[in-house]
């Protein structure tokens, strides 16, 4: 991975927006700041990242699945 701010706003973009619980979660808060700042093109999907922002996804989501069964295991 390495630093490029598309790549990182694309990758949140899409983890904040397939990943938050509902309006009230904090992921929905965060996506709702993003997109103050940042307007996705209409083609933004998984498939349509580019390698590192796939790279940058998949961190996001293994980050957020080992808080999750970190939750479960208390």
């Not at 990242?49 to 293994?62: D, E, W």
């Amino acid at each position: 991975m390495y630093f490029d701010r598309i790549d990182i706003c694309e990758a949140y973009y899409l983890f904040l927006s397939l990943w938050h619980e509902g309006q009230s979660s904090l992921k929905y808060q965060r996506l709702c700041r993003l997109v103050a700042y940042f307007h996705p093109r209409p083609s933004l999907r998984l498939a349509t990242l580019t390698p590192n922002g796939k790279a940058l996804y998949s961190a996001l989501v293994r980050k957020e699945r080992q808080r999750t069964r970190a939750t479960k295991n208390r």
